[in-house]
């Protein structure tokens, strides 16, 4: 087993995952770059430098799964840090603009099929990513998951009628990042007694492939905003790092300081 503490970041092979990879070696960690297709994620690997290593991680495929737990405990021993990035806003390829596919996920006309591809990726690939690591996590002295979620699934401020962002609060993303919310908070119970940390944080709106570069702010300068959509790899960073008394727990995103931690 390595001396260093190890992460692993899904869908790290660009966007928010690269940069959250890059901040995690700065700090001493050897990084796994998560990426369903293997040579981008050693090319992502590559920039990056000798404490990143691409692992082949479809988070929608269990045999993709398995095999980089496996890998893991295998060629490393050891996993110290989850950070479930991986995620889509939609079914479609990049390039799609944010107002289109506003408009396509209305709940009385978003597929059904879009949906299921959404939710299998940012929700049910969250937790069999989780299931998987959490052996590897449990052995680890300080374990922590971070879930890379968004203030589009805050409930509270979705209901709230001054909230200008609500009409792109559709039947797609939005909900998938409520059920991650909620998912969050169900495994940080469950896990509170192991000491395993488990949090979601909300990186701003970013500009990335995810929202066709139509984000204000960039990975490396995230959008420095008076409210809760303001959170960068400082936060995944914030969140590893935090001590038991610190925690707290809620669904509202409020505070200028960074993302909610749930627990
Ligand atoms: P991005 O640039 O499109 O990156 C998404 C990453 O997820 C890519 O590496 C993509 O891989 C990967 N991915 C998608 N499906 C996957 C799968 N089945 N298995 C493994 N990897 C998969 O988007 P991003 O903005 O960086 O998004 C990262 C996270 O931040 C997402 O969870 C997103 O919901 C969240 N977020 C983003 C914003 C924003 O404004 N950008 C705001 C709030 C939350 P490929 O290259 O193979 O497609």
Do not use: I, Y
């Given at each position: 087993m390595q001396d260093k503490p190890v992460a692993l970041v899904t869908?790290?092979?660009?966007g928010i995952g690269l940069q959250i990879a890059k901040d995690l070696t700065a700090h001493g960690f050897t990084v796994l770059v998560g990426s369903r297709n293997l040579e981008k994620g050693e090319t992502a690997a590559k920039s990056i430098g000798a404490d990143a290593h691409g692992l082949q991680l479809d988070v929608t495929n269990q045999d993709s799964i398995s095999a980089a737990a496996e890998r893991i405990r295998s060629?490393?021993?050891?996993?110290d840090v989850l950070v479930n990035n991986a995620g889509i806003?939609?079914?479609?390829?990049?390039?799609?603009p944010l107002e289109e596919v506003g408009k396509s996920g209305r709940p009385s006309v978003a597929s059904l099929e879009e949906v299921r591809a959404v939710f299998e990726t940012n929700v049910f690939g969250v937790i069999a990513v989780t299931q998987a690591m959490l052996p590897l996590l449990r052995e680890a002295p300080t374990a922590r998951i971070v879930n890379v979620s968004s203030g589009s699934g805050s409930l509270t401020l979705n209901a709230?009628?001054?909230?200008?962002?609500?009409?792109?609060?559709?039947?797609?993303y939005s909900p998938s990042k409520t059920a991650l919310n909620a998912i969050t908070i169900a495994f940080a119970i469950e896990l509170e007694s192991t000491g395993i940390k488990v949090n979601a944080v909300c990186p701003g709106f970013t500009a990335t492939d995810l929202n066709n570069f139509e984000g204000t702010g960039t990975v490396s300068k995230p959008r420095d905003i008076p409210c809760a959509l303001h959170c960068s790899t400082r936060t995944v960073r914030r969140a590893h790092s935090?001590?038991?008394?610190?925690n707290s727990r809620g669904d509202v995103v409020s505070s200028g300081t960074g993302s909610r931690r749930y627990v």
């Open positions: 869908g790290a092979n660009k060629e490393l021993g050891r996993l806003s939609h079914q479609g390829q990049p390039g799609r709230n009628p001054t909230n200008s962002h609500r009409e792109m609060f559709g039947a797609v935090q001590t038991k008394d610190t």
